[in-house]
């Protein structure tokens, strides 16, 4: 009985190849009575529960199949997936969570993030994400028609990338301040996130001197990664469709 966390597959009709690695995610490494958690960006892009292809329909039975094995599922949003909602979830009997999640793990206090709350340091980001944040705007988005909103997002990816490189790694990472504020605020002693593409394992102490500890996911390109708490330890895993697995 395993808990599995995962993020930042970017799921996508053009790169068939990430399918692949999470159908072997779900059939050859998790278990019965296993609990997965996804962290956000899981898709290349949302843009509301009508979305359709054939990767989506996949993905859909491949999450559905989950409760027969009595594998329990969680969502928890990223920056491109945050109109991923109640339709979907209850299709696939996914459980929404909050953008900050506690969840109690052994004798942990383990919190869940995307990670885009970290990159206080990405205004230009912060600006963006307080606007899309709108629930009045989301629902304004969503009555515009599916081509519509395909091609806001494509747009706004295009932006993005660019955006991406005129910005340096330091600002893109998280700001070290907005941890510390989040590790003090929930009182946790793990916290697990995705978004920066920078997978590592961050350790730290708080001012009692109790060892705190950052997982940071990896995105899934030829390889794709997952955090896994057996019970005992946590280990950051890259795996590939060889049943090559190597822990970081
Ligand atoms: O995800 P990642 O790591 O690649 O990039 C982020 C930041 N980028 C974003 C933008 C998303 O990728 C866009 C996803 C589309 C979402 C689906 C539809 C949502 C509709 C919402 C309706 C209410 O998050 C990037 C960071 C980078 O990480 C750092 O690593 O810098 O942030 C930006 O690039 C901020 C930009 O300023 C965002 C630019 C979007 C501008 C949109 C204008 C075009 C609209 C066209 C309208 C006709
Ligand atoms: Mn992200």
Redesign the pocket.
């Known amino acids: 009985m395993s808990t599995y966390f995962i993020s930042d597959i970017h799921l996508s009709d053009h790169q068939p190849q990430l399918l692949k690695l999470f159908k072997y995610f779900i059939e050859s490494i998790l278990q019965p009575n296993d609990t997965l958690y996804i962290l956000g960006?899981f898709f290349e892009?949302?843009?509301g529960d009508d979305q359709y292809s054939h990767m989506v329909n996949q993905t859909k039975q491949l999450l559905k199949a989950l409760a027969q094995r009595n594998i329990e599922w969680y969502f928890l949003a990223?920056?491109?997936?945050?109109?991923l909602g109640k339709k979907f979830l209850a299709k696939t009997h996914g459980k929404l969570l909050a953008e900050k999640t506690l969840i109690p793990l052994g004798a942990h206090r383990v919190l869940l993030l995307h990670g885009?709350t970290l990159?206080t340091n990405?205004s230009?980001?912060q600006?963006?994400?307080s606007?899309?944040q709108?629930k009045w705007?989301?629902k304004?988005?969503l009555f515009l028609p599916l081509s519509w909103?395909q091609?806001?997002?494509n747009?706004?990816?295009q932006?993005?990338?660019?955006?991406?490189q005129r910005?340096t790694l330091d600002?893109?990472d998280v700001a070290e301040t907005a941890v510390q504020e989040d590790f003090d605020a929930y009182q946790a002693n793990i916290m697990i996130h995705g978004?920066?593409?920078r997978p590592g394992i961050h350790i730290y102490q708080n001012k009692q001197g109790t060892p705190l500890t950052r997982y940071v996911l990896a995105d899934w390109g030829t390889m794709g990664n997952f955090l896994r708490y057996d019970g005992q330890q946590f280990d950051l895993v890259y795996f590939n469709l060889d049943s090559n697995e190597k822990k970081i």
Do not use: P, T
């Open positions: 960006d892009y949302w843009v990223g920056n491109r997936d945050f109109l885009d990159c990405d230009a980001y600006a963006w994400r606007k899309v709108k705007l989301q304004l988005f909103r091609s806001i997002a747009r706004m990816r932006k993005s990338m660019m955006q991406g910005l600002m893109m978004h920066v593409h």
